[in-house]
C-alpha cells in the first residue's frame, strides 16, 4: 500500500490544478532565450512562453541557469588602421568640411592643420599639444620619403591655425596646446566629452554665442563651378 504523502506536500497538492504544475527548467530558459532574442531583433525557434502560472510558496525544483552570450565585446567593434586609436566626428561637419573644400573656402593647407591637429588630441580631453612648429614638421614628414614632395611653410601654419580659430574650429589652450572644437570632433566617450564642455563653458564664462556653439564661416563668397571629370584632350577624335 503507497503511504501517504507529507501533509505539506499534501496541502500544495489539493491548492494545485493540472494547469498550475511548478515550471520546470526548460520552461524558464525557454522565457529568457525568448526575451534575449526580443532585446537583439532576432527570432527564435523557442516556443513562446507560457502564461503566468502560480508557483508554490514554499519547495519545488531549485533552477541554476547559465547563459552565454558571445566572446566578441560589443564595445570592441571597431578595426582601424594604425595605431593611434580613433576619434569621433560630426556628421553633420563631416559634410561642411567637404562643402567648403568644393567651394573652395577650406584650402588645403587649412584642412591638413585642422585634421593634424585631431588626429593628435589627448583621449578624453579635448586637447592637442602641438606647438605650430610642431605641426609644420609633422605635416612636412613625408618629405624624407617622398622626394619632390611639398612642403608646408610655418607662416602658412600660423596663418591657417588663426583662421581655423576665427571658425571656431579650434582655440587656443596656452602653453603650447591647442583645444578643438568637442562638438565637431572628440576622441572620447560621452561622459568625457560632458566633462570637457562643462570646462570649455566655465571657461568662456557660460557664453551661449561663445566657443565651441559657432561654427564658421558665418559667409561663403560666390561658389564657383568645379570639373572634377579629366578635361578632354584637344585635337582628340570620338
Given amino acids: 500500500m503507497t503511504p501517504e504523502p507529507p501533509a505539506r506536500v499534501q496541502r500544495w497538492l489539493d491548492q494545485t490544478t493540472p494547469n498550475e504544475m511548478p515550471r520546470t527548467g526548460d520552461d524558464v530558459l525557454d522565457d529568457i532565450v525568448s526575451l534575449l532574442a526580443g532585446h537583439i ?53 563631416a559634410q561642411w568640411m567637404a562643402k567648403l573644400l568644393v567651394a573652395g573656402v577650406l584650402s ?12 593628435g588630441q589627448k583621449k578624453g580631453t579635448g586637447i592637442a599639444s602641438y606647438t605650430q612648429q610642431q605641426i609644420t614638421d ?18 602658412t601654419v600660423n596663418k591657417a591655425v588663426r583662421t581655423l580659430v576665427e571658425w571656431g574650429w579650434l582655440e587656443s589652450a596656452g602653453y603650447g596646446r591647442i583645444r578643438l572644437n568637442v562638438t565637431l570632433w572628440f576622441a572620447g ?26 561654427v564658421g564661416p558665418k559667409h561663403l563668397p560666390g561658389q564657383q563651378v568645379l570639373d572634377f571629370e579629366e578635361a578632354p584632350v584637344r585635337g582628340a577624335t570620338g
Fill in 41 to 93: 531583433g532576432q527570432t527564435t525557434n523557442v516556443a513562446p512562453p507560457q502564461p503566468a502560472r502560480r508557483r508554490p510558496t514554499r519547495g519545488g525544483p531549485k533552477v541554476q541557469i547559465h547563459i552565454d552570450y558571445s566572446d566578441t565585446d560589443p564595445r570592441s567593434i571597431h578595426n582601424m588602421a594604425g595605431e593611434i586609436g580613433y576619434s569621433i566626428t560630426s556628421n553633420w561637419f
Fill in 189 to 214: 566617450n560621452s561622459g568625457e566629452q560632458k566633462n570637457v564642455l562643462e570646462e570649455i563653458a566655465s571657461d568662456h564664462g557660460n557664453e551661449p554665442e561663445g566657443f565651441p556653439h559657432k
Fill in 108 to 119: 588645403r593647407s587649412r584642412a591638413a592643420v585642422f585634421l593634424f591637429v585631431a588626429g
Fill in 138 to 155: 609633422g605635416l612636412n614628414e613625408l618629405l624624407d620619403d617622398m622626394p619632390g614632395a611639398k612642403r608646408i611653410t610655418r607662416p
